[in-house]
């Protein structure tokens, strides 16, 4: 079993940056892909991205992908998303989300409770 707790959010400027975190515990983090996904009001939850146990990185766009980092530190159980240059079309909740490589994004299995990221024209 492995909680999620993410934090990080806030409200923020457009253009302005923000770092989430996802900080885990539970057995066998280090070994799972973990994601972040969002979801605006009135919208269905998007996948944003996701980081494999090893370092490698997928992004769902080319806009996500250039202004949006994953990172991970396995001894201390975290991920981290870093956005720079934040567009209020990024408000949203974003969830982290973990899972087996093989069958992430599509079906994570354990997600945290969502952390809000507000960003003002």
């Known amino acids: 079993q492995v909680q999620l707790v993410e934090s990080g959010g806030g409200l923020v400027q457009t253009g302005g940056s923000l770092r989430l975190s996802c900080a885990a515990s539970?057995?066998?983090?280090?070994?799972?892909?973990v994601g972040w996904f969002r979801q605006a009001p009135g919208r269905e939850r998007d996948f944003v991205g996701y980081?494999?146990?090893?370092?490698?990185?997928?992004y769902s766009s080319d806009s996500v992908k250039g202004r949006f980092t994953l990172s991970r530190d396995n001894a201390q159980n975290t991920v981290y998303l870093q956005m720079n240059n934040l567009k209020p079309e990024d408000t949203a909740l974003y969830y982290c989300?973990?899972?087996?490589?093989?069958?992430?994004?599509?079906?994570?299995?354990?997600w945290g409770q969502g952390t809000q990221v507000t960003v003002s024209s």
């Open positions: 980081i494999t146990w090893s370092g490698g990185t997928t």
């Open positions: 989300a973990a899972g087996y490589s093989e069958t992430f994004p599509s079906r994570p299995v354990y």
């Open positions: 539970g057995r066998g983090f280090s070994t799972y892909a």
